[in-house]
C-alpha cells in the first residue's frame, strides 16, 4: 500500500520541526514505530532539505511543500520543493567550517537523492529511505 501526505509551510526556521514532527506523525500513524531507522532517517532528511529552503530558498518565496510517502515495502520518499530553480549541489567544506554539510548528510543517510524540475514553478528536492529489510 502506497501512502503519501502533502503540506506546505511557511519560510521561517521554526517551519523545520513543525516538518519534521509532522513526517514523524504521518509515518507513525501508518506503522513505523519509534525507533524505527526508516522513520528516524525519513525525519533527519526533511529536517535538512527543510532547512535548506529556509536557508537558501528564493527571498520572495513565503511557503514551502513537504511531501512524505510510505511505501508498501516499508521504504519513505521524502519530498521538498520550493520556487527556487537553482539545484543544490554538494560542496566542500572546510573542517572549521559550521555550514555546509547537510547535503553531505543526505547523501550519505539517503538510499538515493536527487531534484526533480518543476520548470517555471521551481523544484522538489528527494531522498528515499530504505526499510531496513530493503
Known amino acids: 500500500m502506497l501512502r503519501r501526505n502533502s503540506f506546505r509551510l511557511p519560510r521561517h526556521p521554526a517551519s523545520v520541526g ?3 514532527r509532522r513526517v ?3 509515518l507513525a500513524d501508518w506503522g513505523h514505530t519509534p525507533g524505527d531507522p526508516a522513520l528516524d532517517d525519513a525525519v ?3 529536517s535538512e532539505l527543510a532547512t535548506n529552503v529556509v536557508r537558501h530558498g528564493p527571498l520572495r518565496e513565503r511557503e514551502f511543500e513537504v511531501a512524505v510517502t510510505a511505501l508498501a515495502d516499508g521504504s519513505c520518499l521524502i519530498e521538498v520543493s520550493d520556487e527556487g530553480r537553482v539545484e543544490p549541489r ?3 567544506v572546510g573542517e572549521w567550517e559550521e555550514a555546509g554539510r547537510g547535503l553531505h548528510l543526505v547523501e550519505h543517510v539517503a538510499a ?3 531534484v ?3 520548470g517555471r514553478h521551481g ?3 528527494w531522498a528515499l529511505v530504505l526499510a531496513p529489510d530493503a
Open 44 to 46: 533527519l532528511l526533511v
Open 24 to 26: 514523524r506523525d504521518h
Open 18 to 20: 513543525l516538518a519534521r
Open 123 to 125: 523544484k522538489t528536492v
Open 112 to 114: 538515493a537523492w536527487g
Open 116 to 118: 526533480w524540475s518543476r
Open 90 to 92: 554538494l560542496r566542500v
